[in-house]
């Protein structure tokens, strides 16, 4: 007889805990939120918006620069081709002339 009480304490008790805690979860649902949190929340996405914005205008800056950069390097690599380029010599002219 003691066993089944023991176990029906512990399924009320179980039981008591469960209704306390969906109590709670319904008292916290219907509360409104406090103004100070919901200014933090309003904040907080406006300076992600901006944050992402700012970003965004970064990326962009460097990608520009980074074309120009190698807009001026081929400029550059073209206007000195003439430096790099060998000058063709014909072989006739750098062999010895002929002893016979």
Not at 39 to 61: A, C, D, P, Q, W
Not at 91 to 99: F, K
Request: contains cysteine.
């Amino acid at each position: 007889m003691e066993n089944q009480d023991t176990e029906e304490r512990k399924h009320r008790l179980a039981q008591f805990l469960i209704y306390k805690a969906m109590k709670k979860a319904d008292i916290a649902s219907r509360k409104r939120p406090s103004w100070l949190r919901v200014k933090m929340l309003k904040l907080k996405i406006k300076i992600g918006h901006r944050l992402k914005i700012l970003k965004k205008g970064f990326s962009s800056t460097a990608f520009s620069a980074k074309a120009d950069f190698c807009k001026q390097m081929s400029c550059a690599l073209k206007s000195c081709k003439h430096l790099l380029v060998a000058k063709q010599v014909p072989i006739v002219r750098t062999l010895p002339p002929a002893m016979f």
